[in-house]
């Protein structure tokens, strides 16, 4: 059964930066383009990147270009969002996801069931 | 940015009613549009892509359709299990791809 499983959420200083991790497992991981998307009370659901299943193309929504960046390593099954220089308004629950695509095709179809990143000091 | 809008905010209704959501968007964007489901303290879960495709192991009691703006998802006899929150989602122009704001189904 194919599952993504996030790890990495924490609380942290305003500033600070905080590394995510997303395993994925049950399917054929190196072939599938991957998104973090995040969700908070105030705003929903936020797509916030996607990187090819090479790793070779991504992307960010402008918020977040410059201070947030995705990575994988297709050895260790794993998914990356390197965090830097938070903000209060970072806080929320962040969710890995598998697009149906080698990059990005757009609809998720499988979630991870999210990790807990606060900004706070 | 294209923005999704969603109604109603909520929807009151009893079992075994017939629920139908609104998705709007603020430009084209042909039939490039997912509608989830979100439990609390859940994922979100994928149940139509492309306005009208049911994904993987979804009830037929669940359909979308719609194409251009305006879109809608049905429930046409509602289960227990299906009060929670629905958003729509339009994959047809990024960065970014955008969410409507939900609509919350619940027990009347």
């Known amino acids: 059964q194919a599952r993504l499983v996030e790890s990495g959420g924490d609380v942290v200083q305003p500033g600070k930066s905080l590394r995510l991790s997303c395993v994925g497992s049950?399917?054929?991981?190196?072939?599938?383009?991957l998104h973090w998307v995040r969700q908070t009370p105030g705003k929903g659901l936020e797509w916030l990147a996607v990187?090819?299943?090479?790793?070779?193309?991504?992307d960010y929504r402008d918020s977040v270009k410059g201070r947030f960046t995705i990575s994988r390593d297709n050895l260790k099954n794993t998914l990356y969002l390197q965090m830097t220089n938070l903000r209060p308004d970072d806080t929320a629950m962040y969710f890995c996801?598998?697009?149906?695509?080698?990059?990005?095709?757009?609809?998720?179809?499988?979630w991870g069931q999210g990790t807990l990143v606060t900004v706070s000091s | 940015e294209i923005v999704m809008t969603q109604s109603p905010d909520t929807l009151s209704l009893s079992p075994g009613e017939r629920a139908s959501l609104s998705c709007r968007a603020s430009?084209?964007?042909?039939?490039?549009v997912a509608w989830y489901q979100q439990r609390p303290g859940q994922a979100p879960r994928l149940l139509i892509h492309?306005?009208?495709n049911r994904a993987t192991g979804v009830p037929a009691r669940f359909s979308g359709g719609g194409s251009g703006t305006e879109f809608t998802l049905t429930i046409a006899s509602l289960q227990s299990e299906d009060f929670a929150v629905y958003y729509c989602?339009?994959?047809?122009?990024?960065?970014?791809?955008?969410f409507g704001q939900g609509t919350k189904v619940e027990i009347k």
């Open positions: 049950g399917f054929t991981f190196s072939e599938s383009g």
């Open positions: 492309h306005a009208s």
């Open positions: 990187i090819s299943n090479d790793g070779n193309s991504r």
């Open positions: 430009q084209n964007v042909n039939r490039n």
């Open positions: 996801a598998k697009d149906p695509a080698r990059y990005n095709y757009g609809h998720l179809p499988l």
């Open positions: 989602q339009q994959f047809h122009n990024w960065p970014p791809w955008t």
